[in-house]
């Protein structure tokens, strides 16, 4: 972990062999952001239980606000409801998906952070292995193996994610879309549903009948005579 918001590692605990289906990479902790509108800063961590620089347990505390999230069982859960979970239908994890997919955010420059939600997020393993980027897979429908380029993430409203920290978005619903802007590079794209209303910084550049695929257009500057 980095940063100097890290606290020492302690009490850590190895769990058996065998039992892992999510996975939380120990560096992708430093992706992770509070939910609560304030100053952006690193989660700081206390490990409960690692094995093989897999997280299994932990606490995440937030050093400007106090609020707290939880690592458990490899997934990071920052809901602020708890009920919320991703209610959608995964979708094959085939590799013709996953080149669809990275095709269509673009994902040629190894080690870019891409989001996948919902049903999307079952090809985070395909996509990391194909494109070596980095993935969060926001509210898996179905476990992810060890990896460490992918990690399970559970939200609701709002990308637990630093601002401009995405070089790709795939959601499966909108509940995330009015966030996008903020999360996704200039430059970065979106994959969403053909229905979905693109909020302002993305402009449109492709669509199907099941998709559209934008891309964020940055910081509009005026121009001063």
Not at 51 to 73: E, H, M, S
Not at 160 to 174: K, N
Request: with cysteine.
């Amino acid at each position: 972990l980095q940063g100097h918001h890290r606290r020492p590692l302690r009490g850590l605990n190895r769990r058996p062999r065998g039992s892992r289906r999510f996975t939380m990479f120990i560096e992708l902790v430093d992706s992770l952001r509070c939910l609560t509108p304030h100053e952006e800063t690193w989660l700081v961590a206390a490990l409960n239980a690692v094995q093989d620089r897999y997280v299994i347990k932990a606490k995440l505390g937030c050093p400007v606000c106090g609020a707290t999230y939880f690592i458990r069982n490899g997934i990071a859960d920052l809901r602020q409801e708890e009920s919320v979970t991703s209610g959608d239908e995964s979708i094959s994890s085939g590799t013709d998906a996953a080149m669809r997919i990275a095709a269509f955010l673009n994902l040629t420059r190894p080690g870019s952070l891409v989001a996948l939600e919902g049903r999307y997020a079952n090809l985070a393993r395909a996509i990391s292995e194909m494109t070596e980027c980095r993935v969060i897979a926001l509210n898996p429908s179905n476990p992810l193996d060890d990896s460490e380029q992918a990690a399970s993430v559970l939200c609701d409203s709002r990308f637990p994610l630093a601002t401009a920290s995405l070089d790709g978005i795939a959601l499966s619903q909108d509940k995330l879309i009015a966030d996008v802007a903020r999360v996704l590079k200039s430059s970065g794209r979106v994959v969403v549903g053909a229905a979905a209303n693109l909020p302002a910084g993305l402009m449109e550049i492709a669509r199907d009948e099941n998709a559209i695929i934008a891309e964020s257009i940055g910081t509009i500057v005026p121009l001063r005579r």
